[in-house]
Each structure stands twice: as structure tokens, then as C-alpha cells.
């Protein structure tokens, strides 16, 4: 897998095409809806599978090593691990929010300001809430307490 294809996989639901705008379609129209619906539903089972590895894998490699340092390691590979499946967790809850707001028809639209989010956007960012603008704005905001 090219470079670019491998960083794009984390973020995005591998092998899945692109929301092609028929001209003068209404926004969030049925279509449009049924494509974001299905693109969350394989991104959260492709999650569902990672995690299911993770299991799997710590079942597997789980050992009572002698050699503390031996013992460490492993400790310190299952603790990453857990923090990346929680991370997933997560962003499972956020996925099976973003399908209510699908089934509710108001999903697309900024929770700030109102306005559309943009079909582009939310192809990078398919559980994204907010437009750009209200994104850019509230990261600056969050910069600026952070350096308080």
C-alpha cells in the first residue's frame, strides 16, 4: 500500500468511493444520506474487528515473563494497545451519534451556526459537527486558554 493510501486508512473507510453530486440534488437528500450512513456503518465495523484483534492478540502474546525488563515490554505494548482501543471506543460512540443525527435529519448541518457542513468535509471527517469556520474558531479559542 503506497504511503499516502496507509496514512489516509486511519482516517478514512478503506476501498470506499467517494458521494458523487448529481447536479442540482438537495443537499442531505436521501441519497446523500444512505451514503454517509453506510460509509459510517463499515468504518465503525471496521473498528469493531480492530478491537476484536486487540482481544485476540492479548490473549495470545499474554506470558508471565521472568525477565522483568521482558515483563515491561509487554506490559507497555498491552497498556498502547488499550489506549488506541479506547480511543476507538470512542470514536465508536461518536460514529453511533453521528447515525442518529442521520436517522433525525440533522446530520450535515454546523451545531454552532447552522449552516452546511459541505459534503467534502464531511467525506474527510464523516462525524464532523461543525463547519470549518466554527472548527477554526474553536481551535484558536482553545489555543489561546491554553496558553493562559
Known amino acids: 500500500m503506497p504511503t499516502n493510501e496507509k496514512q489516509q486508512s486511519s482516517q ?18 436521501k441519497p446523500m444520506r444512505a451514503h454517509f450512513t453506510e460509509l459510517l456503518n463499515k468504518w465503525k465495523q471496521e473498528l469493531m474487528v480492530s478491537v476484536d484483534q486487540t482481544v485476540d492478540h492479548m490473549k495470545d502474546e499474554a506470558a508471565n515473563f521472568p525477565d522483568p525488563a521482558d ?43 447552522g449552516i452546511e ?11 464532523a459537527d461543525l463547519c470549518i469556520d466554527c472548527k477554526t474558531l474553536a481551535e484558536i479559542k482553545e489555543k489561546q486558554v491554553g496558553k493562559a
Do not use: H
Not at 488506541?84 to 442521520?102: A, F
Not at 457542513?117 to 462525524?127: C, D, Q, S, Y
Open 71 to 113: 515483563r515491561a515490554s509487554q506490559e507497555e505494548e498491552f497498556a498502547l494497545e488499550l489506549r488506541n482501543r479506547d480511543r476507538e471506543r470512542k470514536l465508536i460512540k461518536k460514529i453511533d451519534k453521528t447515525l442518529q443525527l442521520i436517522q433525525d435529519n440533522e446530520y450535515g448541518w454546523c451545531e454552532n451556526c
Open 117 to 127: 457542513i459541505g459534503v467534502r468535509r464531511l467525506e474527510a471527517r464523516p462525524t
Open 12 to 29: 478514512l473507510v478503506r476501498g470506499f468511493e467517494p458521494y458523487k453530486e448529481t447536479k442540482g440534488e438537495e443537499y442531505m437528500g
